[in-house]
């Protein structure tokens, strides 16, 4: 695959009534349509083909003669073969083509190609909370913490009354956020992989934007007990810098807790101290070397890959050359990649750590029978995805140009593996709100989410950046965006340009200066945990 550059696209004139088509590689056979609502049969691309049949935006169109069974490339990769001839100016699409075969993950090309060390970019920095670990929030929260289901609802209540009650209280605390979840009884609590759950629960009641304040509610019979849950070792550093006395718990089964209302006072009473300390902090200036950034996509279409996954990709690369955390996941959707991933991992050993965490996955489908090309949604294809490995050659974009320097399980956080600084793979399924709350665990304080189909997908613990893939999705979800990368493909900005303006707002955002539209309507969606393993 290239490297998606404003260079590396062919992309017609913007006028929206001339016909445009965007091609990724000169040695591409198909192209996709960019004008809104698509085009007709009879329109003349230009240097182009007359198209055969009305191709709807986002979908590909071939460029020449393709013939049975010959290989449909685009991104300079075979995403395809043709189940039957396809005339130049054909819609090419999931119905005309056969998928590939996955990659093995034998003899692969492992750390041949590492990139050189980028340029390193000094000087920018943001107003964040320093903790005492020397991680930095980008903002000031109380994070309750639960061990099961069971208390979501007395915890809900509560936190309502804290808002309204204590919050105006804390001027300098941001918020309070619930850590509920499905997970705690019901499963199988001492099988292999129920590693995965509790450990990415814990690691995220210690994300930098809880300020080491750790407060646990539990029902009190549950499997997953608080102290499994936040074993002695584990517990942070307090906001301000003492050490833990122990686990601040409040069981809702202790005798002493008659009646609904007094659960309700008791979990009040036991935010205030947690509050206290979260108020005495105050922001201030941090390196942008301080940012960890977690990078998804979700809802995707055919221009994920052409203009928000590759303006990602350039603003990852201002990040890991300012001496920030990236991290990249959606294992589902960079399976098709590996070969790209290996070779550019700094050492053999990440190379080995990327090809353990993709078999491991292969494994875990395997077991549950499941298809791999479901991962290629009905919006996806609708958006002119065509396939998991199309999908994919657009996913791994957002991961830019620099050498992988660290691997992640699901549920590690990057001080498990002692990682430091640089671009991360951090092993996690392609579902939305699972890669969010496993990048949420590994540590990420801030986010940035490209869609082309559009989702109001948010995380109440960390802000989250939205870019639109496309204009119109851009303009109709004008409160939901907080960036237009359709104006890439509309030929109106670069994705160096854009990248750029990226990189400048994810400062400002993390300052607490700007914020993201979720922030605002305070959208935000439940934790969902990655549970490998059976339930009884």
């Known amino acids: 695959m290239s490297t998606c550059t404003s260079s590396a696209m062919a992309v017609a004139s913007p006028a929206t009534d001339t016909p445009r088509a965007i091609s990724m590689h000169p040695n591409d056979n198909v192209a996709i349509v960019a004008n809104l609502g698509g085009l007709a049969a009879g329109a003349q691309l230009p240097n182009g083909p007359q198209l055969r049949e009305r191709v709807p935006q986002g979908h590909k169109v071939a460029l020449t003669d393709i013939a049975e069974g010959a290989e449909v490339r685009r991104y300079n990769v ?8 396809l005339p130049a100016g054909s819609w090419v699409n999931e119905n005309v083509l056969t998928m590939p075969a996955a990659r093995g993950l034998d003899d692969l090309p492992m750390a041949t190609h590492t990139p050189a060390a980028l340029p390193p970019l000094e000087g920018y920095t943001f107003e964040g909370y320093r903790n005492a670990d020397g991680t930095v929030g980008t903002r000031n929260l109380l994070a309750i913490s639960t061990t099961v289901q069971c208390v979501a609802g007395v915890v809900e209540h509560a936190l309502q009354r804290i808002r309204a009650e204590l919050l105006p209280r804390y001027p300098n605390v941001d918020g309070v956020v619930v850590l509920e979840h499905g997970y705690g009884c019901g499963v199988a609590i001492d099988a292999p992989d129920a590693i995965v759950p509790i450990r990415t629960l814990r690691n995220i009641s210690r994300n930098p934007n809880f300020g080491g304040e750790v407060m646990i509610v539990s029902l009190g019979c549950e499997k997953l007990q608080p102290e499994r849950l936040m074993p002695a070792n584990s517990i942070p550093i307090q906001a301000d810098g003492s050490m833990s006395q122990g686990l601040d718990v409040m069981r809702l089964q202790d005798d002493e807790h008659v009646g609904f209302q007094a659960m309700i006072d008791a979990i009040l009473a036991q935010a205030v101290p947690h509050l206290e300390r979260l108020n005495q902090r105050r922001r201030e200036t941090c390196p942008a070397s301080d940012l960890v950034v977690g990078v998804q996509c979700g809802g995707s279409d055919a221009f994920s890959g052409v203009t928000a996954n590759p303006t990602v990709g350039f603003c990852a690369d201002l990040l890991v050359r ?5 991290m990249f996941s959606e294992t589902t959707e ?77 549920g590690e956080s990057l001080r498990d593996r002692g990682i430091k600084k640089g671009l991360v793979y951090a092993a996690t399924p392609a579902s939305d709100f699972i890669c969010g709350a496993l990048q949420l665990a590994a540590g990420m304080n801030l986010h940035i989410f490209t869609t082309g189909r559009g989702t109001p997908y948010g995380l109440a613990e960390v802000p989250v950046v939205k870019v639109a893939t496309r ?29 750029w303006e990226m990189f400048h707002l994810l400062l400002d955002v993390a300052s607490g200066r700007k914020q993201t539209w979720a922030e605002r309507w305070k959208l935000h969606n439940a934790l969902v945990l990655f549970n490998p393993g059976p339930v009884t």
């Open 322 to 326: 300012a001496g920030a955390t990236i």
């Open 78 to 85: 075979t995403i395809g073969y043709a189940n039957r001839d």
């Open 334 to 410: 960079v399976r098709d990649s590996v070969e790209q991933l290996t070779k550019r991992a700094e050492s053999v050993e990440v190379a080995e750590s990327i090809v353990h965490e993709m078999a491991w996955y292969d494994a875990y489908l395997q077991r549950g029978q499941a298809d791999r090309s479901a991962n290629t949604s009905p919006g996806n294809k609708k958006g002119g995805l065509s396939n998991i490995v199309e999908k994919a050659m657009g996913s791994v974009i957002k991961s830019g140009t620099a050498a992988i320097n660290g691997v992640l399980s699901p």
């Open 471 to 499: 204009s119109d999705l851009a303009r109709r979800w004008h409160d939901l965006m907080d960036v237009n990368a359709g104006r890439i493909a509309d030929g109106e900005m670069t994705i160096e340009e854009l990248g």
